[in-house]
């Protein structure tokens, strides 16, 4: 079983920073894209960020500039340090990895998603 749990989010009034994280646990051999997705209400899940095993980034024009993926291999983990929040980055934010669990075998997993709130 693979799990991944966020942690981190929480209510910021806007300006403010906030760094969300994610852990990869359980029994798998390697951790290769990994990411951040975000859902407000009412509207599609949308990606912010991703990260290759290699450290190559992708950002959602709204976020570039502001916001900062970053990952740890030997802890398999993900962070995504945000900077100048607004309002308009209220949503869930989810976190996104895909997996190998055995040899020539990978899926993508979801976290179970952290609120962030930013006030005005």
């Known amino acids: 079983q693979v799990q991944l749990v966020e942690s981190g989010g929480g209510l910021v009034q806007a300006g403010g920073s906030l760094r969300l994280s994610c852990a990869a646990s359980?029994?798998?051999?390697?951790?290769?894209?990994m990411g951040w997705y975000r859902q407000a209400p009412g509207k599609q899940r949308e990606l912010v960020a991703t990260?290759?095993?290699?450290?190559?980034?992708n950002y959602a024009d709204s976020v570039k500039g502001r916001f900062t993926i970053s990952r740890d291999n030997a802890k398999n983990t993900v962070d995504l340090q945000m900077n100048s929040l607004k309002p308009e980055d209220t949503a869930v934010y989810y976190c996104n990895a895909l997996i190998t669990t055995a040899m020539r075998s990978y899926r993508g997993y979801w976290g179970q998603g952290t609120q962030v709130t930013v006030s005005s």
């Open positions: 990260i290759t095993s290699g450290g190559s980034t």
């Open positions: 359980g029994n798998f051999f390697g951790v290769n894209n």
